[in-house]
C-alpha cells in the first residue's frame, strides 16, 4: 500500500491522542514474584508510574492498559483514569486488544511498554511531533548501539563484525495514525512482532526514526530494577532534572 494513501487518513488535526499501554507480561527475566507491571519501584508500581506519565501530558486524552488477564482488577485499582482490557498471548495481541476498545474519535495512537515506565514528557512530544509534523504514518525513538555487534556462528562461534553504526535500537512509545495502527494490525499475519513499527512497514507505512532517551529504558533483567531504584531515589518519580537536561539533552 502506497505511503500516500495510508497517510492521507486519521484526520487533518492529528489532535485526538490516545496512549496503548502494554502491561499483559509476565516478565520471565525479571524473575519476580509477581507480573513485572506489579513490581515496585520505590513503593510504586511500574504501571502506576507509567500511566502517571501519560494521563499527566497534556496532549493525550485516553489511556488504555492491556494488563495479564487474570489481573484486569488490580490494574483497574492502580489506574483509575484509565480503560483496562485483558492482554493476549503476545505483546502484538495485547495491542490489538487495546486497539479494539479505543474511542472513535482517536486520530493518534501512542504505543508504549509499561516496562519503560520511567519515560520522559519530552519523549513523548518527540514521537508526536514525529507524527504530526513529518507526515509520517508512524514515529519511533531510537537510540544508538553502543557495544560491538558481532554475528553468533550455528556452532556458536564469534561471528563476522556488524557496523554498528547502522543498527539502532528501538524504544517506546510508538506513535502512529489510528486508522493506519488498526489497519496494520488486522493484517498481520503473525502474532509476535515484536514492535508496531514492524507491522505497520510491512503494510508500506513510513515510519521516521527520533531521537530517544536514556530514562526510557525497558525494566527486563533485574539489574534494570536496581537503576531505576537509584534514578527514582536520586532524580524523584519523573526523573526530570536539569542536571539530566544539561548532560543529556
Ligand atoms: N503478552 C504480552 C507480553 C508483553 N507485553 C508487554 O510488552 C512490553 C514489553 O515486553 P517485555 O519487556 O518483553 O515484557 P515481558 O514479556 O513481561 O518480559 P519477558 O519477556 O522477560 O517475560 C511489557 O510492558 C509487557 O508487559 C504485553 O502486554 N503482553
Ligand atoms: C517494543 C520494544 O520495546 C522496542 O524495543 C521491544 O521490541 C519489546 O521487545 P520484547 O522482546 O517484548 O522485550
Do not use: C
Amino acid at each position: 500500500m502506497p505511503n500516500a494513501a495510508m497517510s492521507s487518513d486519521g484526520g487533518d488535526g492529528l489532535t485526538t491522542v490516545a496512549a496503548v499501554l502494554v502491561a499483559g507480561g509476565s516478565g520471565t527475566r525479571l524473575g519476580a514474584d509477581v507480573p513485572k507491571a506489579f513490581v515496585r519501584v520505590a513503593g510504586r508500581t511500574l504501571l502506576e508510574y507509567a500511566v502517571a506519565r501519560f494521563l499527566g501530558h497534556d496532549a493525550v486524552r485516553d489511556v488504555v492498559v492491556a494488563a495479564p488477564a487474570a489481573l484486569t482488577g488490580a490494574a483497574a485499582e492502580l489506574a483509575p483514569g484509565a480503560t483496562v482490557v485483558a492482554g493476549g498471548r503476545t505483546r502484538q495481541e495485547s495491542v490489538a486488544r487495546a486497539l479494539a476498545v479505543l474511542a472513535a474519535d482517536v486520530e493518534v495512537v501512542l504505543v508504549h511498554d509499561v516496562a519503560r515506565a520511567f519515560v520522559p514528557a519530552a519523549l513523548i512530544d518527540r514521537v508526536l511531533d514525529g507524527v504530526r509534523l513529518r507526515g509520517a504514518d508512524g514515529a519511533v525513538p531510537f537510540l544508538g548501539v553502543t557495544d560491538t555487534v558481532r554475528r553468533v556462528t550455528p556452532a556458536g562461534d564469534l561471528g563476522e563484525l556488524v557496523d554498528r553504526t547502522a543498527l539502532l535500537a528501538m524504544q517506546t512509545p510508538q506513535g502512529f495514525r489510528r486508522a493506519v495502527l488498526d489497519r496494520a494490525h488486522a493484517a498481520a499475519t503473525t502474532a509476535d512482532a515484536t514492535d508496531d513499527a514492524a507491522l505497520v512497514q510491512a503494510l508500506g507505512g513510513r515510519v521516521v526514526a527520533v531521537r530517544g532517551d536514556e530514562r526510557a529504558f525497558k525494566v527486563t533483567v533485574p539489574l534494570d530494577l536496581m537503576l531505576a531504584e537509584a534514578l527514582v531515589q536520586r532524580f524523584g518519580a519523573d526523573l526530570e532534572s536539569t542536571w539530566w537536561d544539561v548532560e543529556h539533552g
